[in-house]
């Protein structure tokens, strides 16, 4: 029988999977959302808000690499899991949590990617968002998962226009080493807000659904169509999904820094320290740090956009079809996964939406920021748990230096969550 054929070879030694899967994941995380997180904390705080891009790095390898190891180890999605070993009401909780922070967040980066648009396009907000959200629909329900992954890959490289952004604002470096490694900490509502925003759209939950998830595809891309063919790993691929890992984390940090750096540098220096959408952002650095600083800010703006929106609302799908038990995967045919897909189209259209009703870009982009913030510690504490589980993971449980990344990073989550409901109340 089909179910029982045997797997096709496990993967060899590739380079290539080095910077793949882990680099699309870290570039997804530097989505518009992350922009105008960085970019306000950078304006807002200056310098001094650099340290949080060191800090966050270990936390954001723990927590993706689990997920990943995860899919990997179970052939199957992060919800898929959870369904099997949790009880329901807690499942849906955790889902509504998720689905809300995506979609908000997917549709506060098609308004950020319209407004760097009309930056060399100055044409109405419903000519540029429908065309955008349309395109993104179009390469999710046509294009393979192969097609889609090389895309991405290529999509995250534009994100060192933000190096080059933040060279050419000419920042003061004895004040931007002293902030990479002296944390400052102001407990004022405002300061914690943007710590907890940040801390949420660097850890983000669509990150850990969306790493399990390519694991499992990638599996499938390979030829490992049935469950349990795609069951265990092999320490080799273990070593190369670290490092992969590794290697798209740290390159996301490493935009994080720099996008900090780049508003610090010219917006909090010249006392513009609010920015109210994304266009002012980029428009911002022109007088300040050049036009091509200006162009290279917005060009990354719309770059990342193309690849994160698409992961949002796929995630959302890929989460609410595991949870119902319905068919779903890029790698499925349209008429073979109709739900799978009308969900994609349904997230999408919700999205695109809320640009119309007069919301502001880079408030609703922080605001989503936030939303991940409260949403990802039950995910966390999801992730560690299942992780541990022998009865999930085999004798791939956690080894006891990465359980103590692991938890001090769901700690570090919860804190700032519960240090932003303290600012609110108090």
Request: aromatic share 12%; hydrophobic share 50%; with cysteine.
């Amino acid at each position: 029988m089909p179910e029982q054929s045997p797997p096709p070879p496990r993967r060899k030694n590739n380079v290539f999977r080095v910077l793949g899967l882990g680099l699309i994941t870290g570039a997804a995380d530097d989505d518009c959302s992350a922009i105008g997180t960085y970019a306000s904390a950078g304006a807002k705080f200056g310098p001094s808000f650099l340290w949080t891009a060191p800090v966050t790095f270990p936390m954001m390898f723990a927590v993706v690499y689990l997920s990943a190891k995860l899919g990997q180890v179970s052939g199957k999605g992060l919800f898929d899991v959870i369904r099997e070993h949790y009880p329901r009401w807690l499942l849906n909780c955790t889902l509504i949590g998720v689905l809300i922070g995506n979609t908000i967040e997917a549709g506060a980066d098609l308004g950020a990617m319209a407004a760097a648009i009309r930056i060399f396009l100055p044409v109405p907000l419903p000519f540029i968002v429908i065309p955008v959200a349309a395109t993104i629909l179009g390469l999710q329900v046509w294009g393979s998962y192969t097609l889609i992954r090389d895309i991405f890959r290529w999509l995250a490289l534009v994100l060192l226009a933000y190096i080059a952004s933040a060279i050419l604002a000419k920042p003061d470096w004895s004040a931007v080493i002293r902030g990479t490694l002296v944390p400052t900490i102001h407990f004022t509502r405002e300061f914690l807000s943007l710590l907890v925003a940040v801390i949420g759209t660097t850890l983000s939950a669509y990150l850990y659904t969306w790493q399990s998830n390519q694991e499992v595809e990638e599996e499938i891309a390979q030829g490992r169509k049935y469950l349990h063919q795609r069951l265990g790993t092999t320490d080799q691929e273990l070593r190369h999904t670290r490092w992969d890992i590794l290697a798209g984390m740290f390159f996301s940090n490493l935009v994080m820094y720099f996008i900090i750096l780049s508003t610090a540098s010219t917006l909090y220096t010249s006392g513009q320290t609010d920015i109210d959408n994304a266009a002012q952002a980029a428009e911002a650095l022109r007088p300040l740090a050049g036009k091509a600083a200006s162009i290279l800010f917005a060009a990354g703006i719309i770059a990342v956009g193309f690849l994160a929106v698409p992961i949002m609302t796929t995630g959302a799908a890929y989460d609410l079809c595991q949870v119902f038990g319905w068919k779903h995967g890029l790698h499925v045919k349209p008429r073979q996964a109709k739900k799978f897909y009308l969900t994609i189209t349904a997230f999408t259209l919700v999205a695109m939406s809320l640009n119309f009703f007069g919301f502001n870009p880079m408030k609703a982009l922080v605001f989503a920021g936030i939303v991940q913030g409260f949403s990802t510690p039950p995910l966390l504490l999801f992730i560690m748990l299942i992780t541990n589980n022998r009865s999930v993971m085999g004798d791939r449980v956690n080894s006891k230096w990465l359980n103590a990344l692991g938890w001090t990073t769901t700690a570090a989550v919860f804190a700032a969550s519960l240090g932003l409901l303290y600012t609110w109340f108090a």
